[in-house]
């Protein structure tokens, strides 16, 4: 995975942490572990600041 570019960029932290959700395979109840997309996320080169603040961008499931 390519690393994310900056903490200053969260639009870019989005995309990976879309980019992540999209390639992990659902659980039965069609969800996905929360954990494993920080340890993806993690792995590809982010850090906690870019994480959170491409989560704060995900749309809210209603």
Not at 12 to 38: M, P, T, Y
Request: glycine content about 10%.
């Amino acid at each position: 995975m390519e690393p994310v570019t900056s903490a200053s960029n969260p639009e870019a932290a989005l995309a990976k942490l879309l980019e992540i959700a999209n390639a992990l395979e659902a659980d039965h109840a069609k969800r996905l572990s929360v954990g494993a997309i920080n340890h993806a996320f993690l792995t590809a080169g982010g850090n906690a600041t870019e994480y959170s603040g491409g989560i704060a961008r995900l749309p809210r499931a209603g």
